[in-house]
Each structure stands twice: as structure tokens, then as C-alpha cells.
């Protein structure tokens, strides 16, 4: 949530009219820094209460769905209590915390595995897959919504808005399978399932005379994240159109106009960067959602990242792995928050941190 | 045109590097990640899949399922509670290291060592110790006679060395088996190279990467679409026949070793009178829901015994699906439908009954809301209940807290392993306490039998009173399938539990 933004940025500013808002100075930015990152705090006890509360209600029981149909009963006890889940659940909260506090996210039930080495090890897959969506979902978002504002109610406008609509409806799951039938089972260009070389590494070996490994992880990402795409890319599109047209029946456009500004010039630097700002803090929010989204679609196209090892972990009722997984989701969701105010000060110095 | 640009660099290739290129490697698609990779404690199929190529154990399960030397070239059993083992000479683990009676010893003590929460440790309880009479003789001594046991010692032999070292074997294991594990990336693929010290040589695959895709569907066309040369049950049925249908390639569809049945819960009032049973039995139109709902892709069930097993007998049979004849038997129980509501009652109340299955498999959820339909034309009030796998199984199923559950058995290598357990009286997995001393003795004796002939007619009998009584009501046998690019560089031969040591060109 943008902390301490002024009301809606309706009021124009430009070069002619000199801003009366002052610049946030750099010491002031960084104590807002802190403060923000301390907050954090008291989130994540919040999220891992929260979360242990549910795990608590949830029925099921991590011991017996390890040992499978064929345990016994006695053996089903026994390993209940190597796991300590025969303790009360104040003790089991209590230890949690302590071992956080030494930084010991606890160990995955099923894998055996600290759940740090587990998630760290999915992490980069996952952050890859969103942000290429939201690369792809910014782009093609911010210029169908641009093109339908600039040609509203023409034919482009009406085909324009009809793909949005579908992109908001297509469940994500469907779309996925259908991409993979088009581009990897028909026409064979892209590989169906997996995931290449991390890009980082393929960008190294790209640069070390290499590029067939970077063309190789782009196809293996093309699919997943055109198909985590959809969705934003309709919701910014559609918000782009709108905030678009808001912004050309104001005042200070036809000023522009009538100060023999071109088209171009008007468009870009008075109309679409007062219109970005509510589309920035979309494009905020739905990076979280991506993270949602990207559930399905790396079960289907068998993306290594966190989408998956929640699917499992829940199902498996692997308590620690899902407490470790909660708070890096969130830990992300407010990263990204936090970036997301950043940049709105960075683009509208109105904004001021503090 | 493409494709021709592509074979002729390939050619180009192949006659460019030459040898290198003769070493052939397999794709292989599967639906979860293995869990551990510790011979002695894996739990899930594509875990048993792995390890079966990875370790070998003191006998190879064939796909007629009939014991096989592996690492022991032969046994013996002096009385029924004792077998004794020979050891192959100058067996190696993958990485050299010799492998000994000692090894043997200590997997076996390690698996039943209680706190050790091995999952299939109940199988061989059985076993009172096992020891090593000289470096190529193991013995193992048994509480009472167990004719299963030949069928379980195929699990793969650890290294004692090394695990007692602190190796961690599940992450980073090391057999006796014609694979090695080259690399693990979790949740996306395993990969394995042939382990040149495998007693009978390396196999001519010289490697297999099995490729981790949860989602059915997913699974299928990545198989469709090339990147895939080999995928297996679990399958959805539309993705089979479209598959079995495509020339492009080959098929082995057979008799799996699973079945779906109906659990009864014979404590529950309503339940505890076999004649219920029956009538609520005739209410379960097999044809419909094996044909329909699994596309034919099971077999319609006749009794407890499966037809791949030397105990079946096609004489043995459930009641089948007869809406009249099960309302007619209501009737007789006193349940009629005495206030015209269309429900039947018996002392004012009406004939309700709950259907419960775990909501992950679509076509178990789909078959008890079709009995759903069913019921009620017969006049049965039903309710169902769907719940996620581990509250279904934890909390309700296991308590006993069910009426008519749907589930499924696997792995049933052995009559023994669907039976003993599940339907002897206090058994560790008789959830809907069934008791009958009749059967306990049955199936007591088939399992300290030794003559296979002997253990068939204790099985057929005791078949024969559970199709009458109904604690278990077997809708369906399990099928496998597998589906395999014709251009595969080897022989196939599938096995139904879906191992792959018949795909990887293994030396005789």
C-alpha cells in the first residue's frame, strides 16, 4: 500500500508550472527505507501465526500420509512423535519462533531437507517465470490500452478490448494447455514442458559465445510466461484505456495542444505519465498475484519453482516447508510493495516519502 | 523441410562424433517427485521406479511377478522359517566399494528397526533377524512361516559403510543396481547414468532422465510433442485412447496390480449385517462406471483375488449391479418406503447413508456421485463427502468414522498384501473392522503355506465367503499403460508395476 500518497494525481504538472511539492531528500528516503523494512517485523510474526493457526484447523496429518495406507497404527504414533506433533500447540508455536529467531526455517517433513535449501533452491525459477510475465504483461498491457485510448471506439478499440476480455476470463489452466497443443504438439517450435538454463547463467554463456543456451532457455519460457501473462496484460490494458482516456479530456491537454505541442509530445510526456500511476500500482499488485497464478501454470508446464512445491507441500501437509513458503511469498508481496512506492515517488515528485 | 534439415545434421553428426552418439539415452515423463531416494524408505512410484534401477536387491520381481537372482544366484529353504541366501561373487556398489552379507544384514535390521519409520516395515515384520553366516551367506529367521517374503526382497541393498559414515543415501544414493544417480534437480528431473559395476554389465541405455510433470494432461502432450520417449500410468483416459490410436507409437496396456473397491464399515449399525452390504453392492453398476467413467481403461472386478495372480479363480464372484433385486432385498430387511416420500425407512427413519472419497482423483469423485444417483433410484438418502487426501485418510477412514468409502490398494505383488492386514480380525488396516474366524484362519494359513497350491485353495475359499459378506466390495482392477516412441532405441518390456529396468536394454 503507497504510504503518505497525495489524492488522486488529477493536477498537471510539467515544466511551465513549476511544482511546489519540494524533492524527498536522500536521508529522508533512507530512514523511510528503514522504517518500512522494520514493519516487516511484526508482518511476518502476523503471517506465521496465521498460518500455524490454519495448519492447526486444517484435518490431516503429515505422519500418516508419509508413511502411507499400509503404516500402522503404532508406527503412525511413533513417528508423530519423533515430528513433536503430539506436543501442545503453544510449544510447537514457541520452537517455531526460537528457531527462527537462529534462523532455522526447520527441516521439509517429506524431504528431509532444511526448508531454506529447498525454497532458495525453487526461488530464482519462480521470480524468472513472474517477471518475464510482467515484462511481457507491461508491454503488450500499456500498448493495446495506448492504441484503444488513442482510437476509442474504433474497430481497433473494439478488437483490443474483446482480447482483454478474454485474457481476464481464460482460466489459466486451460490456456496453458492450449498454448502447449498450438506451439509444441502442432507446430513444434517451442519445447512443451521444463525449464533451460536460469537465464542469469544463459545470459553468461551467451556472452562467452554461446547464445544457442540462451535461446534455448527463452523457448523453455516463452510458453509459461505468455501464459501467466494473459490476465495482467488484459487488467493493465483495460486500466491503461481507461486512465488514458480520463487524462485527454483534461484541461491542461488542450492546454498543451494550444501551446502547439505535437501529438506525440502530448500524448507521452502529459497524458500517459499522469496516466501511469494507478497502472504502476496495479502492476504492483499483480506481481503477487503472478505468484498465485504461477500454482498452475508451473504444475503444467512442469516449472521448477515454488508454484509447485506448494501444490505438494499443502497436499502433503508438510507443516515447515509450507511456514517456510507462506513467508517468503509474503516477504516478496512486500518487497515488491515497497518497490512499487519507490517508483511512484520516482515518477510523480509529488509523491513524498515520509 | 525442417525435419529433413534436422536428420541430415543429425547424420552429419552421428558420423562426425561416431561411437560417442551409439551410447542412447532415455526420456522417461512421471507425475511427482520421488520423496527420499533411500531404498529402505521410499514411498511414492516415482521413488520405487528410481530405485529399482539404482540398488538391486537379493532377487528381481519379473513382470510374471515370480522371484528372480539378482544379487543372490540362489536360496534355499531348509524349514519354513528360514531362508538362506548365496551371494553372487564379487558384487560392487556404483562406486566400487564391495558389497557383502554385511550390507544385506544391515539393511535388513535398519528397515525393521521400529524408530528407523520405514513405510513398508509392516511387510516384513515378519522376519525375527536376519545374519550373515559367512561374506556370501545371509539367513534369515523368521517368527512363523511367511510365503510373501520372496516377493519383498527385492528391496535395494545399501551400502553399510557409507551410510553409517553419514552419507545422506536419500539425497545421494549408492547401489548395487545397473543405474547411478547422475544429478537431482528437485521437482524437475532426475537423471541417471549406467553403472558400469553392475554385476551383469552395464545396460546398453546409457542414460535416463526421468522428467517430473505433475499434470496429466501436461504429461501427454509433452509426449506428443517429442520431449518425452516414455510415459506410463497414472493416465487420463482420454489421453490413452487418443495415444493407443497414434501410430507413431508403441503400447503395452495390461492388468495392473491395484484395485478401486468399496470399504464397508462393518461396525457401523446400518453396515454390521452382510445382507446390507449385499444389497447396497447391487447398487454399484461396475459395467457404468468402468466403462464410462474410466473408459475401459480398468477391468470390471469379480472378487478380491486379482486375475494376474496364480490364486485367481473366475468362479469366485461379488454380487453384480441388480436394482431390483437389491430393493427387494431392502424390503426384506424391513426398509420400505412406508410414507410415499420416495425414500425408503424402517421405524420411522429413513435409510441415509454417507459415499466418501479424497477429492484428488477426479474419477473417484465422479464414481461416488454417480452411486449418489444410483442410490437415491433405489430410494437410499446418500450423502457424499469429498475431503483432500490427507484429512480423508487421517482423519476420517482410518478412524473408522466412515460408512462406504471408495479407495484404492497398489503394489498387490501378493494375495497376501491386500488381504492380511486389511481383513484379518485387529488388523493394522482393518478400518471397517471386519472380523470372521473363519477368514483369519484362511488367511493365516495362506500366508505360512509354502506350497503354492495350498495357499491358492486357502485363498479361494476365503475369497468366496468376502464376496458373500462384503467387508471390501471390489469395483475395479487396476490397469497400467504405457506408451513408448517406436523409434525407442531398445526392446521394451513393461512391467505392471511400471519399473523400468525393461527399457534400458539390460545385459542377461
Known sequence: MPAAISSRPAVHQDQFAPTLAKQTEPDAVIAYLIRRLLLFIPMAVGMVVVTFGL?????????????????????????????????????????????????????SIFQNQPVTTIILGRLGATIELAVAALVIATVLGLAMGVISAMRQGSIIDTITMVFAQLGVSMPVYWLSLLLMLAFAVQ?????????????????????????????????????????????????????????????????????AYAKGLRRPRVIIRHVLRNALLPVLSVIGLRFGM?????????????????????????????????????????LIFALVNLLVDLLYAAVDPRVRLG | MKKLLLSTTALVFALAIGPALAQEAIVVGTDVDAGTLDSRLTRDTTAYRVADLIYSGLVHINPQLKAEPDLAESWETPDPQTFIFKL?????????????????????????NPDFNAPMRTLYTPIKSVEKVDDLTVKFNLESPYAPLLSYLDLGIVPQE??????????????????????????????????????????????????????????????????????????????????AADDRFGNAIMPGLGVTYINFNTKDPLLSDPKMRQAFSMLVDQQTIVGDIYQGVDEVASSVLLPSSWAFSPDIKQPTFNLEGAIALFNELGWQDSNGDGILDKDGKNLTVTLSTHSEDPNRVQTIEFMQAMFSQAGVDAKTQITDWPSFSTNYVQKSQHQIALLGWLNIVDPDRLLFSQLTTGGSTNWGGYSNPKVDELLQKGRSSLDQEERAAAYQEAAKILAEELPYFILSYQGYQLFYDKEFPTEVTATPRGYLRGLIGMKK
Open chain 1, 55 to 107: 495448519l492447526l484447523i486444517i484435518p490431516g496429518d503429515p505422519a500418516s500420509v508419509l508413511l502411507g495406507q499400509e503404516a500402522s497404527p503404532e508406527a503412525i504414533e511413533r513417528l508423530r512423535d519423533t515430528l513433536g506433533l503430539n506436543d501442545p500447540w503453544y510449544v510447537r508455536l514457541w520452537d517455531y519462533f526460537a528457531n527462527l529467531l537462529s534462523g532455522d526455517f526447520g527441516t
Open chain 1, 290 to 330: 503472478l505468484l498465485g497464478g504461477a500454482v498452475l501454470t508451473e504444475s503444467i508446464f512442469a516449472w521448477p519453482g515454488l508454484g509447485q512445491l506448494t501444490i505438494t507441500a499443502i497436499s502433503q501437509r508438510d507443516l515447515p516447508l509450507i511456514q517456510g513458503i507462506v513467508l517468503t511469498f509474503a
Open chain 2, 88 to 112: 553372487r561373487e564379487g558384487l560392487k556398489f556404483s562406486d566400487g566399494t564391495p558389497l557383502t552379507a554385511d550390507d544385506v544384514v544391515y539393511t535388513y535390521t535398519t528397515l525393521l
Open chain 2, 162 to 243: 557409507l551410510a553409517e559414515g553419514g552419507r545422506d543415501i536419500a539425497t545421494q544414493p549408492v547401489g548395487a543396481g545397473p543405474m547411478q544417480l547422475t544429478s537431482w534437480n528437485r521437482g524437475a528431473e532426475i537423471v541417471l547414468e549406467a553403472n558400469p559395476n553392475y554385476w551383469a554389465g552395464a545396460p546398453e541405455i546409457a542414460k535416463v532422465t526421468l522428467k517430473i510433470i505433475p499434470d496429466n494432461s501436461a504429461r501427454a502432450q509433452a509426449f506428443e510433442a517429442g520431449d518425452l520417449d516414455v510415459i506410463q500410468s497414472p493416465l487420463s483416459p482420454q489421453d490413452i485412447s487418443r495415444l
Open chain 1, 187 to 255: 507446430l513444434g517450435w517451442l519445447p512443451a514442458i521444463g525449464r533451460g538454463t536460469p537465464l542469469p547463467q544463459a545470459f553468461c554463456a551467451a556472452l562467452s559465445g554461446r547464445p544457442q543456451v540462451l535461446m534455448d532457455s527463452l523457448s523453455h519460457l516463452l510458453l509459461p510466461a505468455l501464459a501467466l501473462s494473459a490476465t495482467p496484460a488484459a487488467i493493465i490494458s483495460r486500466l491503461t484505456r481507461t486512465s488514458m482516456l480520463e487524462m485527454l479530456r483534461e484541461d491542461f491537454v488542450r492546454t
